[in-house]
C-alpha cells in the first residue's frame, strides 16, 4: 500500500494453514505488538473501490513509460557493458556488468557525476563473491532526464574498466 496508497502505509497479508497460524500470530505481535488497525481499516475500504482500480490503471500506465523509456536509453548506453532483462514488476532494473568489476568502488565516481545507483554486491551473501551488478530506479527519474544520466553512468563504468584494465 506504501507504494500505491500512502507512503509509508505498511500493511500486508498472510495466507497460512491453520495448524502454523498460531505460531506465525505470536512471532508478529513479538516483532512490533500491533499493526496500525486504523491503517488496515482505511486500507480495506480503499481497496475494493472502482477509484482504486483506476489509479493502479493510472500508475501501471505511468511506471510503464518511464520502465519503457528507461530500457530505450539502457540499450542505447549499456548494450556493450551489462546484460539485464526487463523487469515485469517492481521498480527496478538489475543490470550485469560484461566485465565484472567491484560496483561499490563506483558509487563515489558516479555521484561527482550527479548520477546515483545502487551497487548490487551488498544484496548477496558473499558480496565479494558477486561482483559486477548494478541495480538501477526508473521510477523516479522524468524520462526527458534519464537519458543523459545513463550516458554519464556508462562513462563511470567504462573508465573503471578501463582502468582495472591497465
Not at 77 to 86: E, G, I, R, Y
Not at 141 to 149: N, Q, V
Amino acid at each position: 500500500m506504501s507504494k500505491t496508497l500512502l507512503p509509508g502505509l505498511r500493511i500486508g497479508y498472510l495466507i497460512a494453514s491453520p495448524d502454523l497460524f498460531p505460531h506465525l500470530l505470536k512471532l508478529k505481535q513479538s516483532a512490533d505488538l500491533h499493526t496500525n488497525r486504523i491503517g488496515q481499516w482505511q486500507a480495506l475500504q480503499w481497496i475494493g473501490t472502482e477509484k482504486y482500480q483506476q489509479h493502479l490503471s493510472e500508475l501501471r500506465g505511468f511506471y510503464r513509460e518511464r520502465r519503457d523509456a528507461f530500457q530505450s536509453a539502457l540499450e542505447t548506453h549499456f548494450s556493450d557493458l551489462a546484460d539485464w532483462s526487463m523487469p515485469q514488476g517492481g521498480l527496478f532494473f538489475w543490470l550485469t556488468l560484461k566485465q565484472p568489476l567491484d560496483t561499490r568502488t563506483l558509487l563515489s565516481e558516479a555521484l561527482a557525476n550527479d548520477v546515483a545507483f545502487m551497487p548490487g554486491e551488498p544484496f548477496f551473501p558473499e558480496p565479494d563473491k558477486n561482483l559486477g551488478h548494478l541495480r538501477l530506479n526508473f521510477s523516479h527519474i522524468d524520462p526527458a532526464r534519464l537519458d543523459e544520466g545513463l550516458k554519464r553512468l556508462a562513462v563511470v563504468v567504462r573508465q573503471a574498466q578501463i582502468d582495472k584494465a591497465a
